[in-house]
């Protein structure tokens, strides 16, 4: 069953299908370039490096896309009701569950790349409508992750795909943002 079951049937048209997936990669190459710009606002000095910059994020964030969409396709379920609190070794394993920890490295190396994107979204220069537009659209990701995690919902094969080209939109934009310096304004001294 889809993550969102009223949308199925309005999904089956072609039409709604290719906005839907247009959407999802402009949306994604969007909150890319804002945070790609972020990042080089708030760390000016990285633009001395700038190929190996805007090629590492690339990668990083590529890693983070490929690593997403298997998780995000296939959760690992989460049942509230068998948690335990009954040891400090099971509240621990709890905790991993439930953030997703438990499964290795690789997890771990995706997941630090989403918290990486909060953190951006605190201690950069992004103000107004762009901090806006970041902050819901990673919200709604976040809450889709969480109730195909919570729920007996499973994404269906088309919101794993539009999962997929946000992420690769996300990645896309990170290297159109940071591929460039940033030039300094200049002050208007009249």
Known sequence: MALIPFLVDVLQDPIIQLIAILSACIIGIFQGIILGRAILLRFPRLQNHLKTISFSL?????????????????????????????????????????FGMNTGFLTVLAISVTVMTFVLLKYT????????????????????????????????????????????????????????????KKIDLK
């Open 125 to 184: 220069d992004i103000h107004g409508i762009a901090k806006a537009f970041v902050l819901f659209f990673s919200v709604i990701i976040l809450l889709f992750t969480g109730l195909s995690r919570f729920t007996d919902l499973t994404p269906s094969t088309f919101e794993v795909l539009l999962y997929f080209l946000y992420q690769l939109g996300i990645t896309i934009g990170i290297l159109a943002g940071t591929i460039r310096k940033i030039k300094p």
């Open 58 to 98: 690339f990668i990083v964030f590529l890693v983070n896309a490929v690593l997403s969409v298997p998780r995000f396709s296939s959760p690992e379920k989460i049942d509230l009701s068998n948690i335990s609190a009954g040891s400090t070794s099971e509240i621990i394993s709890s905790i991993f569950l439930i």
